[in-house]
């Protein structure tokens, strides 16, 4: 039997948060600084990492390939979400819709396996210290980039084909910030069950992978980190570790909270909160906990400000 395209709905309406819209100004604000602070950092780590040669290594790379990934995940939804703020409920055509929230679960896709690769790196790093250079090398790393990309596209591309096939009768206002696939699927008037189960699927793919092997690399590392002899040393890989698995934490924990679910009727309006948590609170975060911290990087950025400031005195002079 032929799947018909019915959709007779040409636009859609994003909802945003109705309950404070009162305070739009203030969210607004709130979440403008947060988006310029996650771009600014994001952005600190792409430029350090491409003017200075030292940090042209496999996990300089993988960080600043992430940084990337995450300045496209979160522009994709930031300013829609900003604009609902100031202006209230904002219409949204139905290729724009499906554009972006393609573009949005791609990226998104592509973070959670980087996230994985570059746990593998830190465990190679950390665990087999004297192989590194011969296993992480240049051409492995990017083999592994292309290999995020290559994965993410089929399994997102397929699973929005998939909804841009159903009917869309009515209602045609999305209970949400931005083209998030469940709430999208709600709105149909065909028979969803194929694709939710589609998405619960793809979405336990993405989780799952990517978190057993996150787990395994991690636990390898603590493992690792327990039989050094210096009590000083324990302490700041523990630190470090804490501070990454704190944001794996959050970013798991709101996905599945979302996504991992056959029916998303009965979370609609908390999915709302819980995405917040992946567009502004972990983006604000991983530039902070993965580079900022990093004594390399502090370095390096020391060194780019002094040439900065250095070239400004001899065009002054």
Known sequence: MEVRNETTIQEFILEGFPAIQA????????????????ITGNVVIITITWVDHRLWTPMYILLSTFS??????????????????LLGRQPISFTACLIQAFSFFFFGSIIFFLMAVMSLDRYVAICKP????????????????????????????GLVVKVSQLSFCGPHVIPHFFCDLGPLIHLSC??????????????????????????????????????????????????????????LFLMYGSCVFIYVKPKQTNRLDSNREAALVNTVVTPLLNPVIYTLRNKQVHRALREALLRLRLQKQSFGG
């Open 68 to 85: 990337f990934s995450e300045c496209c995940f979160i522009t994709l939804v930031i300013p829609k979400l900003l604009s609902i703020f």
């Open 130 to 157: 004297l192989h590194y250079p011969t296993i992480m090398n240049p051409k492995t790393c990017f083999l592994l980039v292309t290999a995020c990309l290559a994965l993410s596209f089929p399994l997102i591309a």
């Open 23 to 38: 305070l739009g100004n203030v969210f607004f604000l709130i979440h403008l600084l947060a988006y310029l602070a996650s």
């Open 190 to 247: 065909s028979d969803t069950r194929p694709t939710e189960m589609l998405t619960l699927v793809l979405a336990l793919f993405v989780l799952i992978t990517s978190l057993i092997i996150t787990t395994i690399a991690y636990s390898n590392i603590v493992v690792t980190v327990l039989r050094l002899p210096s009590a000083k040393e324990k302490q700041k890989a523990f630190s470090t570790c804490s501070s990454h698995l704190m944001v």
